[in-house]
């Protein structure tokens, strides 16, 4: 049976503000110590009032801005009411029918190495619940100190096909908001969480497109967790409509739950009994207006982001579009390495197959930041640079590297790596005259007689041994070269 | 002097003088509730500790020269859902019955700061729902005047506390006529300011939009006083105006040349009681002696204000009143099966039946497929009774308007049927509706010898206006002086 998957996700990202969206209570992740981070505001207690936090707003433009969005000159809060323990007011302060951000789209690649734009309906800003703790026992415990902290939702549009373009999806826009810095987008401790919407378009062998019932996968946080929901629910999806034939429709919407540790979801409370929300405005809050300079303003805070990035380097350094990717899914700190290596060394695509292979490996083994990595960028390009210039190979220059990881990061310098230089002999001998010298001692040795008259009568492979001899009597030289003017010189004898 | 019954002013000249203390008036005021509130059931707690060791503080600091605050020494009560740090904030509800309030409002910050005396907390409807008092959980509040009669409400509690002696000034609340309507029942002055002109933060929340702090007095300059320390922005209430506050003490004495007066004809007949009408229409002449000219002003969408008002304010109070679940703090009922059961028996057995039927008609009008017919469209009318006044204010400086239909009922009298209770509030609703400040203010008595208050409103933070206009008619009357006679 022929079927498209028809993925839209819905993203909360946690912002990194000092402090939470409607009071001045400190926003920090703080499981350690449960309702330490409140105030009369956040415990929603009686004649507490919310007031907004101006920063929290700028950053949700930013994010807003930086998905290309429609942002609302005039927005308003809006109270979601409903009843739950983690949420102390009943109702949640967040934005209904003005969003502050609309219509917006992001930019990813899929495996097959195609540009696919996905749509985002809307962004909005709305304060985060607390927390319920089921820890054993008759009674459940609440931690407010999540409560009020900022928290934008990006809905996506339904355009993502599979499992894997919602990873790349996530994967994006995660690396967006980390070069935005608005947010840590720590799926641990839950700054970053996932609902997924899923369904199926079952082609039928007469043409027809058959729309199956959308089904929503609530509170995903990892990838993983996402791209196996997606895999699961489509077969899942796929074998309940051979089963039922049900369409899109003929049931309530679907809502449910992941569990990670057998890999299957499982049914939650159906959309239909769920509660009228009865939005209305929040007559608390006082609508917020922007003028075109104020966004002007924002829009210039927002610097490079991802994707002009992996244009630039892939223009400027000929890159293949993969290296560009992985050099700039690292994050802006790993880019900026990369950058000034190449600069440096004065070749990209080696510079390129150093910071991918050598030092990723290196930081992935190692458990290391880029910042922490012990090699300067300028010493690594400069050392590049010596292979890049023919004056040592690549081997060579692997040699230094290596050393260099041994030492205090205090004595990676230029200098040290010109003594190491030295001290293994990794400089190639580029003088002919040497070259020659050795050559002639080869050339002259009876015991290669055979070799010789091999490569004259066309063996060329024969010049192998006599190459390996040639460079015995050198400290270093570049086999190439050595190859090249050894039958040179055995064709011109 | 008589301490209790006295003025701010003579109050405060008195303590400057040397005359008394902040003690002895404190303690002569705590003798008063001891003495009369057995019958007036006016408090719902006494702060005398406090209250003592606060005026003792103010004593100090005048002997040793530092300086004092605009209330330094006077006594105040405080209507009994301003969040005060350390006392109880029931909201004369069952569900807040042990409430202690971890944090002062604003307007208690700013009291503390002013260096006046919290005398205690008075009793008002539960959750300020109500124009009688009788919807407190605790105790009914009686009429000083008579005290088979009601005082009003919600602030009925602070308006018997002024009009019996038992305190020079108090906080009240209004979101409908709760300042206003009380006042006028008891014979003191009450004066609601422009919506933002005092911090809400603080105050429990009955109608967003429509609630406002303001004061309670047994004159005009005692309202101006304590207005003066109360009103202005405050960065933990986004909806409150950042304008400076003028002295209003300080051009009270002034009066306003050329003033036009507002009068809406309709006020001024059917379902209006003979002898309030008679009063106002004296007050109208007396504003004429004065040289004011009177205006006829119309109002064509008030007749929309009740039906407005009661879609509107249970619609936010439904929201605000959710917060109450039994989880956090408050009621929470012994016994239930789950999560859902703990949520509506707590509700259920703590809230009394006024604040139901508003939850649930608020609930209603918030519904999925109701909510363009019922709350929508009500901010729609809001828009047009706005304009009313707008227009209206472009012909008057102020407009004059009776309190309520008639003076203060009997206990009991109304509790049967709401309905006739909401229609009462058709004189003060407008005022929050559109915002701006509204004053009541004695204006004579019925034959049967309870009080006649009239109401002032003046377009948006036009307090001093109101204020000015309101101490012509008190200096030319004497209806402010007069004080009842409380059976010990």
Known sequence: MKYTTIIGLEVHVQLLTRTKLFSGCVNRFNPDAPNSQTDPVTLGLPGSLPVMNAEAFRLAVKVGMALNCEIARFTKWDRKQYYYPDLPKAYQISQYDLPLCSDGFLDITNAEGETRRIGIIRAHLEEDAGKNLHEGGSDSKVDLNRAGTPLVEIVSQPDLRSAAEAKQYLEELKLLLTYLAVSDCNMQEGSLRCDVNINLHVHTDDGHNIPTPIVEVKNLNSFRGVEMACEYETKRQIEDFQKTGQRLGDVPKQTRGWDLARGVSYPLRSKEEASDYRYFPDPDLAPVTVTGEWLDEVRETLGELPAARRDRLGDAWQLSQYDASV??????????????????????????????????????????????????????????????????????????????????????????????????????????????????????????????????????????????????????????????????????? | MTIAGATTADLMAAVASGETTAVEVAQAFLDRIEAHDGSIDAFLHVSKENALAQAAEVDTKRRSGQPLGKL??????????????????????RMLEKFVSPYDATVIERLRAADAVLIGRTNLDEFAMGSSTENSAFKTTRNPWNVAHAPGGSSGGSAAAVAAGMAPLALGSDTGGSIRQPAGFCGVVGLKPTYGRVSRYGLVAFASSLDQIGPMANDVHGAALLLEAIAGGDPLDS??????????????????????????????????????????????????????????????????????????????????????????????????????????????????AEVKRRIMLGTFALSAGYADQYYNKALKVRRLIRRDFDKAFEQCDVI????????????????????????????????????????????????????????????????ERLLRVARMFERATDWHTRRPQLST
């Open chain 2, 400 to 463: 004059l308007t009776p309190i309520a239909p008639t003076p203060a009922f009997k206990i009991g009298e109304m509790a049967d049927d709401p309905l006739a209770m909401y229609l009462s509030d058709i004189f003060t609703i407008g005022a929050n509706l559109a915002g701006v400040p509204g004053i009541s203010l004695p204006a004579g008595f019925s034959s049967s010898g309870l009080p006649i208050g009239m109401q002032l409103l003046a377009p948006a933070l036009q307090e």
């Open chain 2, 72 to 93: 330094a020494g006077l006594p105040i009560a405080i209507k009994d859902n301003l969040c005060t740090k350390g006392e109880p904030t029931t909201c004369s509800s």
């Open chain 1, 327 to 493: 050099i700039i899914t690292q994050g802006q700190d790993v880019a900026d390495y990369y950058e000034t290596v190449a600069q440096t060394c004065g070749d990209g695509k080696q510079a390129a197959n150093w910071v991918t292979q050598d030092v990723l490996r290196e930081l992935n083994e190692r458990k290391l930041s880029i910042a922490q990595f012990p090699i300067p960028a300028t010493v690594l390009g400069n050392l590049l640079n010596r292979v890049v210039a023919g004056e040592m190979t690549v081997k060579g220059a692997r040699e230094v590297f290596t050393t260099l990881l041994e030492l205090p990061a205090d004595q990676v310098t230029d200098a040290t790596v010109e003594q190491i230089i030295t001290d293994k002999g990794l400089l190639l001998v580029t003088d002919t005259g040497e070259v020659d010298k050795a050559i002639d001692l080869v050339l002259a040795d009876p015991k290669h007689e055979k070799a010789i008259a091999d490569v004259r009568g066309g063996k060329q492979q024969a010049v192998g041994p006599l190459i390996g001899n040639v460079m015995k009597h050198l400290k270093g030289a570049d086999p190439k070269a050595v190859r090249t003017r050894l039958l040179e010189r055995i064709g011109g004898a």
């Open chain 2, 239 to 352: 909806t409150c105006l950042p304008e400076a506050v003028p002295s209003y003490t300080s051009t009270l004495e002034e009066p306003i040349a050329g003033l036009r007066i507002g009068v809406v004809r309709s006020h001024y007949g059917e379902g209006l009681d003979a002898e309030v009408n008679a009063a106002l229409q004296r007050a109208i002449e007396q504003y004429e002696d004065m040289g004011a000219t009177i205006v006829d002003v119309e109002m064509p969408h008030q007749q929309y204000s009740v039906a407005t008002y009661y879609v509107i304010a249970p619609c936010e109070a439904s929201s605000n009143l959710a917060r109450y679940d039994g989880i956090h703090y408050g009621y929470r009922a012994p016994q239930f099966d789950d999560m859902i059961d703990l949520y509506a028996r707590s509700r259920g057995e703590a809230f009394g």
